[in-house]
Structure formats: structure tokens, C-alpha cells
């Protein structure tokens, strides 16, 4: 079993940042895939980026390229998502989620383990 913990949402004005974490704990390995998504009322949730434990490669959603930059902390197994230039369409609930295997994919039906979300909105 692995448990998610995520914190560092809040309300921040256009154009500003934020930094989530996602504190892992328990069963976790060198080959979990750390993802994170976001859903906001009535719509899917949704993939925004990811990372290999193992080699740290990353993939993002063309929606936050540029923007979104995931990082990892091994030592602590923590995944923080830094969040520069944010807009209101970034306003949602942010979830960090976990997979006991590769490759990193988007689908969230692919991974088993998910924190209990933080809201992030964001004030034109």
C-alpha cells in the first residue's frame, strides 16, 4: 500500500505560483509512476504531468508546458509540482496519484493510489 499526502494548494491572483507536494509514504519502489491530475466541477479528471521515480523523465499536458515543472525528491519521496504563470483556467482540485509500473501514462484509471486532493484557485 502507498499513501499520498498532498499540500500547498491555495488562492493565488493570475500570473502568480504555487507549489504542491505530494508526500509519499509506505510501499514504494523505484519502478511507481507519480502523476499528477486536476478536475474542476463538471469536467473529467484530467492529466496534467508526471514523473519516473527511477530517472526522474517527466511528460506534461500541452495545457501546462512551459508553465508546470515536476520534480522529485527521493530522499524525502516526496513529488512536488511547481506552478508558474497560473490562470484561471488552472483553478481545480489537484490530485496527486501512484502506480506500481511504467511507462507514465495519463489515463487515471491506470493508477491505484491517490491522495486526497488540494484546491488551487486562481482570481482574475
Known amino acids: 500500500q502507498v499513501q499520498l499526502v498532498e499540500s500547498g494548494g491555495g488562492l493565488v491572483q493570475a500570473g502568480g505560483s504555487l507549489r504542491l507536494s505530494c508526500a509519499a509514504s509506505?510501499?514504494?519502489?523505484?519502478?511507481?509512476?507519480m502523476a499528477w491530475f486536476r478536475q474542476s466541477p463538471g469536467k473529467e479528471r484530467e492529466f496534467v504531468g508526471g514523473?519516473?521515480?527511477?530517472?526522474?523523465?517527466?511528460d506534461y499536458a500541452d495545457f501546462v508546458k512551459g508553465r508546470f515543472t515536476i520534480s522529485r525528491d527521493n530522499a524525502k519521496n516526496t513529488v512536488y509540482l511547481q506552478m508558474n504563470g497560473l490562470k484561471p483556467e488552472d483553478t481545480a482540485v489537484y490530485y496527486c496519484?501512484?502506480?506500481?509500473?511504467?511507462?507514465?501514462?495519463?489515463?487515471?484509471?491506470?493508477?491505484?493510489?491517490w491522495g486526497q486532493g488540494t484546491q488551487v484557485t486562481v482570481s482574475s
Open positions: 509506505g510501499r514504494t519502489a523505484s519502478s511507481y509512476t
Open positions: 514523473i519516473l521515480w527511477s530517472g526522474g523523465r517527466t
Open positions: 496519484a501512484a502506480r506500481g509500473s511504467r511507462p507514465l501514462v495519463a489515463d487515471p484509471r491506470m493508477y491505484g493510489y
